[in-house]
């Protein structure tokens, strides 16, 4: 079982995609995967009510500590956070802060991010809409080992994604969220195995 702690700050439709991956009977993460925790640095975020929905130990990390000089600490307590619960891999699904050194080098070649974006295309915030501004004819998704670049780790996997003729900025994330509902399952059945945990 490869075991997945899970960090997200919103919605968490990756979180509950990846959840009932593992526990949908021939669901392609059902014996290969497992989330022992999820946590979050906003405390209203709807990715901690879907894990307390699952039964799944849900943490939030100190209110506005991320905007002060203790981001540092937060980071080594969310590192210890993770270290206890014993995940594999860590997961990021939505996770708003760029991850710095005390994670990074707490978790080495052991945190992986999805993108919504075919990268290195539209790295950063709101890629669906730079995709759409740039008038390109697709785009898509992209999960990737995490490194100190932003957006810039190795690519583990992609699916692309049509633009459509009188695609919004909303019709469009919508489709690429699809997208991502199935690429990110299908990365991590694959890494437990590479990793040797199913
Ligand atoms: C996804 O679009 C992902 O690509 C980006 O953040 C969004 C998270 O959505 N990194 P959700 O919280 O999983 O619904």
């Not at 439709?13 to 497992?34: H, M």
């Not at 999820?38 to 506005?64: T, Y």
């Not at 991850?99 to 919504?116: G, Q, S, T, W």
């Not at 957006?151 to 992609?158: A, E």
Request: charged share 20%; hydrophobic share 50%; glycine share 10%.
């Amino acid at each position: 079982m490869l075991k997945l702690a899970v960090l997200g700050s919103g919605k968490g439709s990756n979180f509950v995609a990846i959840q009932n991956a593992i526990v949908s009977s021939g669901g392609i993460l059902a014996d290969k995967a497992r989330v022992v925790l999820v946590a979050s640095d906003n405390a209203g975020a709807g990715i901690l009510d879907h894990a307390r929905a699952f039964g799944l130990p849900a943490e939030a990390l100190p209110k506005g500590a991320f905007k002060t000089k203790l981001e540092p600490e937060i980071e080594q307590t969310l590192a210890s956070l993770i270290r206890r619960s014993g995940a594999d891999l860590v997961v990021l699904a939505g996770y708003m802060r760029v991850v710095k050194a005390p994670l990074l080098d707490a978790f080495p070649e052991r945190i992986i991010n999805i993108h919504p974006s075919i990268l290195p295309a539209f790295k950063g915030l709101e890629a669906w809409k730079q995709a759409l501004a740039a008038g390109v004819a697709e785009t898509g998704c992209t999960v990737h080992w995490v490194n100190a670049e932003i957006d810039g780790g190795d690519v583990l996997g992609q699916e692309r994604v049509p633009i459509l003729p009188g695609d919004t900025a909303e019709t469009l994330h919508a489709r690429i969220h699809e997208a991502e509902h199935r690429l990110y399952p299908a990365v991590i059945a694959r890494l437990a195995v590479e990793l040797g945990k199913a």
